[in-house]
């Protein structure tokens, strides 16, 4: 099973992600965990996105594309993989369906986890509040002001996708202001009907 979750930040993605990661006993790919990764094994993909982040650069979307073709090809993605913030934008999505015809590949789905926006930002700033009262670190994105831009870098960059999969009749979307339980049923109502 191949699929992609989208939803703006503080949807629930992470959350369903893990959840299907144990069910379904596929690796859930974070753009972010594979850039780690790659700079930390030294890959020549690696090399190069080191060299960029080291010069206080975004990573360009060929990097990112390598890195994400590269981890497909290891041993964990042969039953499938959750794309997780990947891809953020059409060049991406375009760039994906090339990669994966090219390894005789496609995408099963593409959730879409449909929230509120005001709630979103509730979400996020009892995240910080509950994390503060345990003695946790909160994240820096935890807070209103710095949570409102990526909210709008995310319908700016990342909301299209939306359109691009309806367009295909890839694209499932699932209540995620529902209870996490809800929503993991409504996904795997959404993948056995597939």
Known sequence: MRLILLGPPGAGKGTQAQRLVEK???P??????????????????????????DAGELVSDDIVNA?????????DCVRGFILDGYPRTLVQAD???VMLNSKGLKLDTVIELVVDDKALVGR???????????????RKDDNAEVFEERLREYYKK???????????GMLRTVDGMA?????????????ASL
Do not use: H
């Not at 972010?32 to 890959?43: F, H, N, P």
């Not at 890195?67 to 041993?75: G, K």
């Open 24 to 26: 379904y006993s596929i």
């Open 28 to 53: 859930q790919l974070s753009t972010g965990d594979m850039l780690r990764a790659a700079v930390t094994a030294g890959t020549e993909v690696g090399k190069r996105a080191k060299a960029v982040m």
């Open 67 to 75: 890195i994400v073709s590269d981890r497909i090809d290891e041993p």
């Open 95 to 97: 760039a994906v369906e």
């Open 124 to 138: 996020i700033i009892k995240r910080a509040e509950e994390a503060a009262a345990a003695g946790q670190p909160v």
């Open 158 to 168: 990342t909301a299209p996708l939306t359109g691009y999969y309806y367009a295909k």
């Open 179 to 191: 209870s996490i339980e809800a929503v993991t049923e409504e996904i795997d109502t959404v993948l």
